[in-house]
């Protein structure tokens, strides 16, 4: 899945996201069952989040934000798999919440406020547990800003 993620990525860095989505999806059947089969495999389930994650980014470049959605909320259910069997590991958590603050802000952009406001709280509530962490990163912080600069907007 290497030599997907690498075109992949050099389609995207080179603007061609409706090539990089091909790829994304070709790549998606194999990686799920790779995934589901081997649950104890922490590889593969960081791969299946990065794949959603970097379809919902393609797929909102292209102002395709219902497919958008649909790809980063493909990303929830092994993120929570991978925060539950790895409770220490903040990268997961800090990809849940970058998954729920892209979500949220989609869902604000179709007008669906409720669950937009749902996931912004949810991405907020948990940053600011990860931002009372030590050695936590200062990016934290600006992401934080800009959660709440995007619940502001929703109201």
């Known amino acids: 899945s290497s030599d997907v993620c690498s075109s992949d990525l050099l389609r995207a860095a080179l603007g061609d996201f409706p090539g990089a989505i091909k790829l994304y999806q070709a790549a998606r059947s194999p990686l799920q069952s790779l995934a589901i089969g081997n649950p104890a495999v922490t590889e593969y389930q960081e791969e299946l989040v990065q794949l959603a994650m970097n379809r919902g980014a393609a797929h909102e470049d292209l102002?395709?934000?219902?497919?958008?959605?649909?790809?980063?909320s493909e990303a929830l259910a092994p993120l929570a798999e991978l925060v539950?069997?790895?409770?220490?590991q903040t990268d997961y958590r800090r990809d849940r919440v970058l998954v729920r603050y892209a979500m949220g802000s989609i869902?604000?952009?179709?007008?669906?406020?409720?669950?937009?406001?749902?996931?912004?709280?949810?991405?907020?509530?948990?940053?600011q547990q990860l931002i009372e962490l030590p050695n936590s990163s200062p990016k934290l912080r600006k992401l934080l800003a800009d959660i709440e600069a995007e619940l502001e907007q929703g109201e």
């Open 84 to 88: 539950r069997q790895h409770p220490d």
């Open 63 to 72: 102002q395709q934000l219902e497919e958008a959605l649909e790809a980063w």
């Open 107 to 127: 869902q604000l952009t179709l007008q669906k406020p409720d669950v937009g406001r749902e996931n912004l709280q949810a991405a907020r509530a948990e940053l």
